[in-house]
């Protein structure tokens, strides 16, 4: 058990520009969650993968982003043209039953 | 007014102090709840994990359910400065799979 794993740690980017992270969960987790975190605020729920089906998906996650589960093991979360209120940390857990997440390291994204 | 509201602190305590943590919550049918500890840049790491109401321990932790208050608590006995840290509550409805989080309460242990 490695844990759950986020790529990149960081990442720097110009506003208007394309970004995807990548997520490897706990291997026997079928359930994978993103959320994303602003400095002094809670981690806010954008997407749930139940093995490869994203089964629901938060009002947060704009046209701009998409979110992807091939194969039911890693995913990807892509966003479009970004903004610079996309400036968070990017945050991806799993679990193997409801409840109990494991969540990664994030991905800190800053847009300038 | 949020779902789940937690004071942000700082809670500022000396070493070896019980230190009680707090979420209260607006939502009548949320059912399971985590209780989530979070150093500076990192991913939150998970604590306990409970269902409905009750207490249940683990180690120098204790989590307190109390839906009928809709009010929940983390209790630290024997507080070390390893345990400061941002501590986040978070809970959920039966049938979804979306937790909501507080905003976290800063925890400093002073040595």
């Known amino acids: 058990d490695t844990g759950v794993s986020q790529d990149p740690r960081h990442k720097i980017t110009k506003r208007g520009q394309n970004v995807t992270f990548r997520c490897d969960p706990i291997?026997?987790?079928?359930?994978l969650y993103w959320y994303r975190q602003t400095l002094g605020q809670g981690p806010e729920f954008l997407t749930y993968?139940?093995?490869?089906?994203?089964?629901?998906k938060s009002r947060l996650l704009s046209d701009r982003f998409s979110a992807e589960r091939p194969k039911g093991s890693f995913s990807t979360l892509e966003i479009q043209r970004t903004e610079q209120g996309d400036s968070a940390m990017y945050l991806c857990?799993?679990?193997?039953?409801?409840?109990?997440?494991?969540f990664g390291s994030g991905t800190r994204l800053t847009v300038v | 007014q949020k779902e789940v509201e937690q004071d942000p602190g700082p809670l500022s305590v000396p070493e070896g102090a019980i230190v009680s943590l707090n979420c209260t919550y607006s939502?009548?049918?949320?059912?399971?709840f985590m209780w989530y500890r979070q150093y500076s840049r990192k991913g939150p790491e998970l604590l306990m994990y409970?269902?409905?109401?009750g207490n249940k321990e683990d180690g120098r932790f204790t989590a307190q359910v109390d839906k009928s208050s809709k009010y929940i608590s983390l209790f630290i006995r024997d507080s070390q400065p390893s345990d400061s840290a941002t501590y986040l509550c978070?809970?959920?409805?039966?049938?979804?799979?979306?937790?909501?989080f507080g905003t976290g309460t800063r925890l400093k242990v002073l040595a």
């Open positions: 857990a799993s679990s193997l039953v409801e409840g109990g997440y494991t």
């Open positions: 291997s026997e987790h079928n359930r």
């Open positions: 993968f139940q093995n490869e089906a994203q089964l629901e």
């Open positions: 939502n009548s049918a949320f059912q399971y």
């Open positions: 409970t269902y409905s109401s």
């Open positions: 978070a809970m959920t409805a039966s049938g979804t799979y979306k937790y909501i």
